[in-house]
Each structure stands twice: as structure tokens, then as C-alpha cells.
């Protein structure tokens, strides 16, 4: 047996590989996306994928798993709602080979633009939940779900969270079982959810849910931890870590399976004790569910419904002392100054956002690094809801102003995210007669993620060549009759092109091609050299926000020559020819 330091997003594949997974079809999402990377870059008996979207993921693994293999899909929170529609018609139909799904929730919000809580997805679902409190468990869990999951005839979702995902802790590695497919029986009744199937179908699934209750009393699945029957605590995932170390003499129920949950287990846990206290992120799911069995306890009376709990804020509430617990104080951390998020060094998005801004555009915009656009000096960007929404909301900005806006309104995109899902808004757009200008920010990569492939980079999770997605002839296939391409770089040819396109009637589509500064591709070999004879000072290109350039003590421009990704965006900023691209000495 090997014990190795792992990532609870490893142990999660490492588990795939053990449990003998045949198929892993994810889309990169933080905070799950090095699961489906460790998978690719580790396992090579497991076919893993980049889907284009959640949705795609999961239905490529429900037929890896109808076809008698296990298989997984792994995606964050925000991209369950993407994966819905699958969901919950496969806990109708059920599985052959195992299949599991794990979705990465966020407390806190590091990575994301909601703090929803999934545990709703396996109660509206019907789908049993387990959920690991360390990298161990993450491995044990994943193994333990496609037992589950075979056996009760059933998908199982294992729910992460940040600190779960990417926190390292030991973790023994045991020998993989063998890929093996079961034979796959056609069987229209459990796997055609006609009306007439699915009514037959629900009946089994309420059943089997009862069952995964009643049998889940599993020794890996519940820890009970009796000390004082003064306060007894109730807690599953990264909140058991917090309370185990917040409160060494309370006594500990940790819940592995959060849904169904075993009711025998928890009344005769609270049985024992004075004080009953529920601890868990986000929403009173278990608190909500305890209740409802008759039993007293404490929970979000006590506790924030928003972010993440912490070791000193569980044991000020908790403990007998009642005082909070100092953190270690850092000298000086008072006097740091802040530090807002900006676009990399040499960033494609930047020339879009500048030419934007100065057309004082309203733009609607998506997930992605271009988000940051919103934020000043480009205070380019009026709405951000979801990926793919910003062609659709362009759209409705037209519709409901009778195109009084559409001159003056546009739709940004990332390449990734309109290959996931704004090719649908696009077509919508195009069919229902639309005054709209939709920008398709082309970098080269998934970027926000961590530069993960997609359809439209020519190369696959494996670094393997793949076909490529063809931009301009996709929007033309679907019917938009304008289609520019521009270098973002090209600020004044960039900005000229929206305006034109911004005035023209229909759906105009303008792709701006440069690859991500951070891929080897997107690198200059020149870099941005200063003139200091010619600079007058003017500060225009400090108005790019690029993390190489700043202001000296007399307010001559300096350029970090270590940090820049010679995008050139400053050099043609400059109207005084101050600044030009070249190959200082000493650079080779």
C-alpha cells in the first residue's frame, strides 16, 4: 500500500481509477476541474474528455454507464444547473454500470458567481449524496459510491467543497479493480422515460431511496465520536474538521451520506445528548431535515446562511470559554494595500475592453477572465448573469427597446463559453430577427479555468491534435450575414469595427483573434521598450492596467520587462512613439 499527499480533487481520481471507471466526461469548472486532469494526465486506462458543456458531460456518462461501464462527470456547482435536465431523468432510469457525479460547491464565492448548495439537487432529485471530509475520504467515497451505485440500481452524487477539492492530506492507495463492462440488456421500461414508462419508474425510485436510508449506517459512511453529552454536534464535509479541532470535548456525528439521511443513526445520536447543534455551510439542509424528524436542535440561529465557517468563529459560538480566538497577527498586514484583480500582462481582452469603453457602450457580458472588464479603468460591462447569457440578454435589451438600444448595446464571449453554450443564444438570436453585436473573445484556451482545451483549440485533453471548431463558418451556417475578425491588439482598427458593426441592422458577429498571453502561443518574442526622450507622460497607456507597467517616482513609465508577454497594446497606445517593441540588452 502507497500513502501519498493528495489533492482532495487526486484522491477523487485516483478513486475513479480504483473503483474501475471506464469513462470521465467533465467540463472544467473551479473548483472541481483538476479532478477530470488528474484522471487524463494519471489513468490512461480511463478514457477522459473535455465536454463542451455539463450537460453534454453527464449525458456522454449516462451512456457510458447504459452500456454497462462506470463511469463519472465532474463539474462545480453552477454547472448542476447546466447538467439538470439529465439529472433528473436518470434517477428515473437508473444505471447499468455505476455512475456517479461530482459537483464542487464554493462556499465563500472564491471562484464563483453564486453560493448555491447542491445537497438541493439530491433531495429534489431523488439521488443519494455522499460527502467526504478529506482527501482519504474523497478516494474511499468515490469507490464506495459506485457500490452504491450499482447495488441500489442508482446515480450517487459526491458533493465537494473548496476546501475539501483543494486541500491536501495523506491518502492510501489500494489496487485498482479491473475496467470491466457489464452486459447491456435493451430494456425499453427502465431506460425509454416515455409518460408511460416514468410513472411505472417513480414508484422504484421512492422505494430505493427508502432502502439507501435504511443501509446507510455503513461504517466508513458515519462517524460517531461520544464525549461530553453536554453538547452533541451534527456535521458533515470540511465543517467536521472545523468542529473536531473547535471543540475536542463535544461528541461528533459526522454524516458521510447527507442524502437520504439514516434516521435510526441520528435520533439515537441526539438521544444522548443535552444539546443538540446542527453545523454545516451555507443552507439549514440538515437542520431542516433533522427537525422534521422530531429532534431539538440548534443550527442557523446560531450560524451565517453565507460563506465559510472557520476553527475561531465555531469555537467562540460553541465553546464554554466564549471568547474568539486571535489569529496570528502578520506585522504591517494593516498598512498593505489592496489589490484589485486585473487582466494578465500582455491579456488579449484588454484592446476590446479600452475600444469598448470608449465607445461607451453598454455591454452584457459572461463567465469568463473578460468579466474583469467590468471593473475600472474599463467599467466596460453592465450585466453578467451565467455562461452563454450574454448573446441572449443582448438580445432581450433589443427586443425591449424596440432597437433603441441595439446601436449602442453588445454582447461579449468568450471562445470556451460560446462553444458551451452560447451557439443556442446565437441561433435564438438570428431566428427572432435581432438587432444585436455579439463579440466572441477567441484566446485560444479556457482560460479562467487554467487554460483546459475546448473544441475550438485544435487539441484535446491529452494534448493530442483534434478538429477544430471553425468560428466564421459556424455563425455563417447559422445565419448571421456579418462577420469581421479583428486582433484586439489593433485598438483603433478594433474600435472602428464595433462602431460599423454596432450600427449595422441584424446580428452581427466580430471575432477577436489573439491567443492568451499565458500560452506559449500568445507570447510576443519582442518586448515593450520605453523612450524616455519621447514619453511626455501622458499616462494613456497606464490606462491598459497592465501588470508590467507603472509609474516611477517622476512619473516616467516603467516597464517590467520579466512580466511583459509583448502584446504590443501599449505601443499603439502611445501617439507620440514612446514606447516600441524590441529586444533589450541582455534578453536573448
Known amino acids: 500500500m502507497t500513502r501519498k499527499l493528495m489533492l482532495g480533487n487526486e484522491a477523487v481520481a485516483r478513486g475513479a481509477f480504483e473503483a474501475g471507471v471506464k469513462v470521465v466526461s467533465s467540463y472544467p469548472g473551479t473548483p472541481s476541474t483538476e479532478i477530470t486532469e488528474a484522471v487524463a494526465l494519471s489513468y490512461p486506462s480511463i478514457s477522459a474528455e473535455w465536454a463542451v458543456n455539463e450537460k453534454v458531460g453527464l449525458e456522454v456518462a449516462i451512456g457510458a454507464s447504459i452500456a454497462g461501464g462506470r463511469a463519472m462527470s465532474c463539474m462545480k456547482h453552477v454547472g448542476m444547473n447546466v447538467a439538470a435536465d439529465p439529472l433528473f431523468t436518470v434517477s428515473y432510469t437508473g444505471v447499468n454500470g455505476g455512475l456517479v457525479i461530482v459537483v464542487a460547491d464554493d462556499p465563500g464565492m472564491h471562484s464563483s458567481q453564486n453560493e448555491q448548495d447542491s445537497r438541493n439537487y439530491a433531495l429534489a432529485a431523488k439521488i443519494p449524496m455522499l460527502e467526504p471530509s478529506d482527501s482519504q475520504e474523497c478516494k474511499d467515497y468515490i469507490c464506495k459510491a459506485f457500490e452504491i451505485s450499482e447495488h441500489f440500481d442508482t446515480p450517487v452524487i459526491v458533493r465537494l467543497t473548496t476546501r475539501i477539492a483543494h486541500g491536501r492530506t495523506p491518502v492510501n492507495e489500494s489496487e485498482p479493480l479491473p475496467v470491466r463492462l457489464k452486459s447491456y440488456i435493451k430494456n425499453i421500461n427502465k431506460y425509454v422515460m416515455m409518460p408511460g414508462m416514468a410513472i411505472k419508474r ?170 474583469l472588464g467590468a471593473l475600472s479603468p474599463y467599467d466596460s460591462m453592465d450585466a453578467c448573469v451565467c455562461m452563454g447569457a450574454s448573446v441572449g440578454m ?153 501588470p508590467a507597467m507603472s509609474e516611477g517616482p517622476s512619473g516616467e513609465i516603467l516597464i517590467d520587462l520579466t512580466q511583459c508577454n509583448g502584446c504590443s497594446l501599449c505601443e499603439k497606445l502611445c501617439r507620440f512613439g514612446a514606447i516600441k517593441m524590441g529586444k533589450p540588452e541582455g534578453i536573448r
Open 202 to 371: 417513480h414508484p422504484v425510485v421512492e422505494a430505493r431511496m427508502k432502502g439507501i436510508s435504511e443501509n446507510s449506517a455503513d461504517e466508513l459512511l458515519i462517524t460517531e465520536i461520544i464525549k461530553s453529552a453536554k453538547l452533541g454536534v451534527i456535521t458533515s464535509g470540511i465543517t467536521y474538521q472545523y468542529v473536531m479541532e473547535a471543540l475536542p470535548e463535544a461528541s461528533v456525528l459526522k454524516l458521510g451520506v447527507v442524502w437520504p439521511l439514516n434516521q435510526d443513526v441520528i435520533k439515537g445520536f441526539a438521544s444522548k445528548m443535552e444539546r443538540v447543534v446542527i453545523l454545516e455551510e451555507l443552507d439549514p439542509f440538515l437542520e431542516t431535515q433533522i427537525k422534521a424528524m422530531g429532534i431539538h436542535c440548534e443550527g442557523k440561529s446560531l450560524f451565517s446562511l453565507t460563506g465559510e465557517y472557520s476553527v475561531p468563529e465555531i469555537r467562540s459560538v460553541l465553546s464554554n470559554v466564549g471568547d474568539p480566538v486571535k489569529g496570528i497577527e502578520v506585522s504591517g498586514l494593516d498598512t498593505a494595500l489592496g489589490r484589485p484583480p486585473v487582466m494578465c500582462a500582455g491579456c488579449s481582452h484588454k484592446g476590446i475592453f479600452m475600444a469598448l469603453s470608449r465607445l461607451k457602450a453598454t455591454v452584457t457580458g459572461d463567465i469568463g477572465c473578460y468579466t
Open 394 to 546: 443582448a438580445h432581450g435589451f433589443d427586443k425591449a427597446t424596440d432597437h433603441a438600444l441595439s446601436a449602442n448595446t453588445v454582447a461579449v464571449i468568450g471562445d470556451s463559453t460560446f462553444l458551451h453554450s452560447g451557439i443556442t443564444s446565437l441561433i435564438n438570436s438570428v431566428y427572432n430577427k435581432s438587432n444585436s453585436t455579439i463579440i466572441i473573445l477567441d484566446n485560444s484556451i479556457t482560460g479562467m479555468t487554467g487554460h483546459q482545451q475546448n473544441p475550438g483549440t485544435g487539441i484535446d485533453i491529452y494534448g493530442s491534435p483534434a478538429s477544430s471548431v471553425n468560428l466564421p463558418a459556424l455563425c455563417e451556417a447559422v445565419g448571421v450575414k456579418s462577420i469581421r475578425i479583428v486582433d484586439p491588439a489593433d485598438i483603433d482598427v478594433t474600435q472602428a469595427v464595433i462602431s460599423d458593426e454596432m450600427s449595422r441592422d441584424g446580428v452581427s458577429v466580430i471575432i477577436a483573434v489573439r491567443p492568451c498571453a499565458l500560452i506559449p502561443q500568445g507570447k510576443g518574442e519582442s518586448k515593450a521598450i520605453v523612450d524616455h526622450d519621447k514619453c511626455i507622460k501622458c499616462k494613456v497607456c497606464l490606462k491598459s492596467m497592465c
